[in-house]
């Protein structure tokens, strides 16, 4: 299994606090990414890193910012959280080896904004 | 643009039953396709993957082939089991210099015994 950890696992927070979800990986891949997964959404990508302090906007990056001062550590921030950011976060990684992107993915984060 | 489309769900079979889980994508160029399979309480994981025209991915039972003349890439596995419910997602990933991978919506599995 690749070596890609996401803490914390649980979280219950209020409206209006913020939260930061942290990525790590000890494979020492190029790429880093957070989806949100949602019922009747799918995955829909948030951010994503191709390098240290290298990120982008996804999809749905609003509400949301991303820090990568390593390439190990990937961290998620809802500045202010609100109820419809309740959802399961999920980080991934991939290599540009091959070309192909085949992504390791981490085992989530449960976030629960009340 | 880029996108993939996977049959809706859920799908429900009885176990010893053949599966198939239709995918069609839309992509400019040669992407590379990939099944995806996802456990309850559990983050994604591949399942298989083909990276050119008439590759067959295989694994655990299942297979799918690249089809680019009808821009498939269907799942089927000959006889499921109880242990292969879970959300399969099909996507796909340029090969044109991007990164990013675009995946399907999902379509849950039951396998009743």
């Known amino acids: 299994d690749a070596g890609i950890t996401q803490s914390p696992r649980h979280k219950v927070t209020e409206t209006g606090t913020p939260v930061t979800l942290r990525c790590h990986q000890t494979e020492n891949h190029r790429y880093m990414y957070w989806y949100r997964q949602d019922p009747g959404h799918g995955l829909r990508l948030i951010h994503y890193s191709y390098g240290v302090k290298d990120t982008d906007k996804g999809e749905v990056s609003d509400g949301y910012s991303v820090s990568r001062s390593k390439t190990e550590d990937f961290l998620l921030t809802l500045e202010s959280a609100t109820s419809s950011q309740t959802s399961v976060y999920f980080c991934?990684?991939?290599?540009?080896?091959?070309?192909?992107?085949?992504?390791?993915f981490g085992p989530g984060t449960r976030l629960t904004v009340l | 643009g880029n996108s993939v489309t996977q049959m809706e769900g859920p799908v429900t079979l009885s176990e010893e039953a053949f599966l198939t889980i239709n995918c069609t994508y839309t992509?400019?160029?040669?992407?590379?396709l990939f099944w995806y399979v996802q456990y309850p309480g559990e983050g994604l994981q591949l399942l298989l993957k083909a990276t050119k025209a008439d590759d067959k991915g295989s694994n655990k039972g299942f297979e799918a082939t690249y089809r680019k003349e009808t821009t498939s890439f269907h799942l089927e596995k000959g006889s499921v089991q109880v242990s292969d419910s879970a959300v399969y997602f099909c996507?796909?990933?340029?090969?044109?210099?991007?990164?990013?991978?675009?995946f399907g919506a999902g379509t849950r599995l039951f396998v009743k015994a």
């Open positions: 992509a400019t160029g040669y992407p590379s």
């Open positions: 991934a990684i991939s290599s540009d080896e091959g070309g192909h992107n085949e992504q390791f």
């Open positions: 996507a796909l990933s340029p090969n044109t210099g991007g990164f990013k991978t675009i």
